[in-house]
């Protein structure tokens, strides 16, 4: 992925109001080809209306999935037939754990592996009971992270000072806890303090604390009952321009949320240029009939070049999805509304949206998300919730 500055928060996060990449040759093929995919959505929309049609699809295809999905090695067929449905992710996870390590020596804003080892490092301190000496197993390359982004700091490199000083400080609080007379801490230590002529901040309170001092919220059940009822999906706005710093503060709840060892690795891609909009929200096909009254289009991206492991394949979704949620809530509570876009893994589009966002193979799109103020004249689907006695068991293990 190509290196990118700013924290994130600040204004940074959103795109300049330039036109998206027009790519102008070939404009015009992309224009038809768009063209010939919704004209080939049509024809099987109207194809599968016809009863006949529709049956013998799908009985065509439940045998074929009733033999397929029979056990493991049958399906080792589908995996072969479907390559070209699954093959651009796997592709994406390859590119990622590729440019996991091309990345470690490169200038970035922020840097995922020196934020996972700070991320164990504050799980040792807190630990119960602590061990006097923890760590040794990654203590080095932590400091060779943290040396590289320090010495990436003294250079002027735009980077993120609040990772930064996070490092500082767990690191600092790490040497002064552990037992200093162990030669891999010590050494570690040196190193560490040698770095202070890059970086020194006055700030090393970005470490463990206890949960007794922490600030209690204000916040009720019964106002987060009544928040997340409010919050419904709105396809209807008001034609008037939603607020950046409105979206930035929902920006922050939203980022509040876990993530897989902290790595936050995902990005709020946010189009308010209605041309820009326009481009972006007629790319999925779940818009559609909406989408040209949206006033402000956040694409949500996660990067799998966070992970150096395929097991984590996965995380960019899960972390994405739970700082979303907040996102949306929040942004209900500043009076403004929202509805998801679905994202499917489908070639045409993931083509469309790689050109026009400019993605790199390892950057996969989470979901859309359209925002605005809502019509207060728009319907809003009641979408009736699944009861509690469907969706919760307790202690039930399935037997
Ligand atoms: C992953 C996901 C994909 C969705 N895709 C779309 C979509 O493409 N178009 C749309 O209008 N709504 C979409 N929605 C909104 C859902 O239809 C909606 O959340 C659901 O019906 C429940 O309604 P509620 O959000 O008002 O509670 C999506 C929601 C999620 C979480």
Same mark, same amino acid.
């Given at each position: ?27 015009i ?10 004209r ?46 699954f ?11 590729? #440019? ?5 020596? /490169?200038? @970035?804003?922020? $840097?995922?592996?020196?934020? =996972?080892? %700070?991320? *164990? ?21 932590t400091?060779e ?9 003294a ?54 604390y ?12 019964? #106002? ?5 009822? /409010?919050? @419904?999906?709105? $396809?209807?706005?008001?034609? =008037?321009? %939603?607020? *950046? ?15 897989a ?38 694409v ?29 809530l929040?942004?209900e ?30 950057? =996969? ?35």
């Open positions: 992925m190509a290196a990118r500055s700013g924290t994130g928060s600040g204004p940074d996060v959103w795109q300049n109001a330039r036109p998206l990449p027009s790519h102008a040759p070939s404009g093929r992309r224009a038809s080809a768009s063209r010939m995919l919704n080939l959505k049509l024809i099987a929309k109207q194809l599968l209306a016809i009863v006949w049609v529709r049956r013998a699809y799908e009985g065509t295809l439940r045998a074929v999935l009733e033999v397929l999905a029979a056990n493991r090695l049958f399906s080792l067929v589908y995996s072969v037939l479907s390559i070209p449905s093959n651009r992710e796997q592709f994406a996870v390859l590119r990622g754990r590729r #440019d996991y390590y091309r990345n470690l020596g /490169r200038v @970035r804003a922020t $840097r995922t592996e020196l934020r =996972r080892n %700070v991320h *164990r490092l504050e799980k040792g301190i807190l630990m119960q009971p602590r061990r006097p000496v923890f760590a040794l197993d990654y203590l080095v390359e400091i992270f943290y040396e590289r982004a320090t010495r990436q700091h250079d002027g490199a735009d980077g993120d000072i609040g990772e930064l000083t996070w490092a500082y400080g767990v690191l600092g609080s790490y040497f002064s806890i552990v037992d200093g007379a162990n030669p891999v801490v010590a050494g570690a230590k040196a190193r560490y303090e040698a770095t202070r002529a890059q970086f020194n901040p006055d700030d090393n309170g970005k470490v463990p206890r949960r007794a001092d922490s600030a209690q919220s204000s916040a009720s059940y019964e #106002d987060l009952l009544s928040l997340a009822q /409010r919050r @419904r999906s709105v $396809r209807w706005f008001e034609q =008037r321009p %939603v607020p *950046r710093e409105l979206v930035d503060q929902a920006l922050l709840v939203g980022r509040q949320s876990p993530s060892c902290n790595r936050l690795p995902y990005e709020f891609r946010i189009f308010d240029d209605p041309e820009m909009v326009k481009q972006v929200a007629a790319i999925p096909f779940g818009a559609a009939g909406y989408g040209h009254q949206v006033p402000t289009i956040a949500v991206v996660g990067s799998l070049n966070h992970y150096f492991s395929p097991r984590d394949r996965h995380v960019i979704y899960v972390d994405s999805a739970l700082a979303a949620m907040p996102f949306m929040a942004l509570t500043l009076g403004l509304a929202s509805s998801v876009i679905n994202w499917p893994d489908f070639e045409p589009l993931e083509a469309k949206m790689q050109k026009a966002l400019n993605l790199d193979y390892d950057e =996969r799109v989470i979901m859309l998300i359209a925002i605005g103020y809502p019509d207060p004249e728009g319907l809003v689907a009641y979408s009736e919730k699944k009861s509690l006695d469907v969706i919760r068991r307790w202690n039930d293990l399935g037997r």
